[in-house]
């Protein structure tokens, strides 16, 4: 038996990797986030798996149902909203299961932020223009950020930011990073990236939140800051130039 973390996508049930499409086919148990993960991605399940929603359990109870399964011999799938190696609450789970001696994979997913970008036909890093993208979040009422990762110390970067778990405390986010993109900065936030009821803000620093309040975003979106979302007559990439050396280098 195996316990299969499994990347569910950013929502839209063909946004996810062949290999989850068959690991969720050959399931017994399927572990979700039912505030997360859209129905269209668990009607790959088998329709005899036992489907474990697990929006209200806390980590003992996920863990307990695993364990179950195992002692059963029965395969799991974990689904994890967007990709799992980020904010995806894993690590917690893979330590208990090395201590019971149960063995478990990952399958990476579409991360959000990566659907968002396509909704908004952007890329991330731009030659000349940013070339690092910071993926965070903000303290709010989860756990609280390290030392020096906290939103006013990684503004102070400059480089491009994307957001996760933060639409809620949009105001502060701008507060956090005016001084250090300044109000004409571009800003954007996608919500329900790639589904159905996929909304798009385009602005600035000084705009998104009045954007997002008037908008009603209170979840499930993405904010990215920085030049490259407004990004035009930028330097065409070495990888592609005529002038690049293409000849053989000896290894």
């Given amino acids: 038996m195996t316990v299969h973390f499994v990347g569910a996508g950013p929502g839209a049930a063909d946004l996810i990797t062949v290999r989850a499409q068959r690991l969720l086919a050959q399931c017994s148990v399927c572990l979700y986030a039912g505030s997360l993960v859209p129905a269209g991605v668990l009607a790959h399940c088998p329709a005899d798996a036992r489907l474990i929603d697990t929006a209200d359990l806390t980590l003992e109870e996920i863990i307990a149902a695993m364990t179950q399964a195992d002692a059963a011999g029965r395969d799991v799938v974990r689904l994890c909203s967007g990709d799992p190696a980020v904010f995806s609450a894993i690590a917690e789970q893979a330590r208990r299961l090395d201590r019971a001696g149960i063995a478990y994979d990952i399958t990476p997913g579409v991360p959000a932020f990566a659907a968002a970008a396509a909704t908004l036909r952007r890329e991330l890093t731009v030659p000349g223009v940013g070339q690092t993208v910071v993926l965070t979040r903000i303290a709010q009422r989860a756990t609280p950020m390290p ?105």
């Fill in 147 to 251: 030392p020096g990762e906290d939103l006013p110390s990684l503004g102070a970067v400059g480089a491009t930011l994307v957001l996760h778990l933060a639409i809620q405390r949009i105001e502060q986010v701008v507060t956090d990073l005016l001084p250090h993109y300044g109000p004409r900065c571009p800003a954007a936030v996608v919500a329900y990236a790639s589904q159905d009821g996929e909304v798009t803000l385009r602005g600035t620093l000084g705009d998104i939140a009045a954007q997002v309040l008037a908008a009603g975003v209170r979840r499930t979106a993405v904010i990215i800051v920085g030049k490259v979302l407004a990004a035009e007559g930028f330097r065409d990439s070495h990888l592609y130039s005529a002038a690049r050396d293409r000849s053989p280098r000896d290894e």
